[in-house]
T-cell receptor, first 112, second 111 residues
Framework: DAGVIQSPRHEVTEMGQEVTLRCKPI?????LFWYRQTMMRGLELLIYFNNNVPIDDSGMPEDRFSAKMPNASFSTLKIQPSEPRDSAVYFC??????????FGPGTRLTVT | TQLLEQSPQFLSIQEGENLTVYCNSSSVFSSLQWYRQEPGEGPVLLVT?????EVKKLKRLTFQFGDARKDSSLHITAAQTGDTGLYLCAGVASGTYKYIFGTGTRLKVLA
């Protein structure tokens, strides 16, 4: 298995632009997590899906953030409009029944 | 709010030395995981501990879960340069799916 796949690996955008991050979980996994990592705040859970349904989005910072999981093999995290404080590394992780999580390589987002 | 504090925050040691990293909380966790993260990559799971007092060994790494399941430690014997990285602990409370990640310990092993 190729593991969790994320794209793009790096994204540089200007403030106000829309940003879409993509994730392909490991085949057969039914839980998907989006995290954000910064030096100041560490690794924070943004949203959790189980069987493609959002279960907990309490970690989503504000309405500018949205996430979808249209099927078991694809998820997106969208920021619109983006702000400089959104700059961080965004990770997607998947697991089977919320057991051991496998992380993707992350997307490093820079908003100028 | 559940918090996991890790100490030390930074650690720089010579190859061959031993070290211990701590993960502490006031909350009880049903299980706790340790991850290692290298620059430009996602965290990689090292071990999961679930029973109070449990000790697990992974080659030169020894993991212990506290008796009360509120804390954990990671001990590395004879550190190697390949052990360099960010070590993260993550705990999950009973009946939940949500892993709370610790603040991290950044380890650098010098040749």
């Amino acid at each position: 298995d190729a593991g969790v796949i994320q794209s793009p690996r790096h994204e540089v955008t200007e403030m106000g632009q829309e940003v879409t991050l993509r994730c392909k979980p490991i085949s057969g996994h039914n839980s998907l997590f989006w995290y954000r990592q910064t030096m100041m705040r560490g690794l924070e859970l943004l949203i959790y899906f189980n069987n493609n349904v959002p279960i907990d989005d309490s970690g989503m910072p504000e309405d500018r953030f949205s996430a979808k999981m249209p099927n078991a093999s694809f998820s997106t995290l969208k920021i619109q409009p983006s702000e400089p404080r959104d700059s961080a590394v965004y990770f997607c992780a998947s697991s089977f029944n919320s057991d051991e999580q496998y992380f993707g390589p992350g997307t490093r987002l820079t908003v100028t | 709010t559940q918090l996991l504090e890790q100490s030390p925050q930074f650690l720089s040691i010579q190859e061959g030395e031993n070290l211990t990293v701590y993960c502490n909380s006031s909350s009880v966790f049903s299980s706790l995981q340790w991850y290692r993260q290298e620059p430009g990559e996602g965290p990689v799971l090292l071990v999961t501990v679930v029973t109070g007092g449990e000790v697990k060994k992974l080659k030169r790494l020894t993991f212990q879960f506290g008796d009360a399941r509120k804390d954990s430690s990671l001990h590395i014997t004879a550190a190697q340069t390949g052990d360099t990285g960010l070590y993260l602990c993550a705990g999950v409370a009973s009946g939940t799916y949500k892993y709370i990640f610790g603040t991290g310990t950044r380890l650098k092993v010098l040749a």
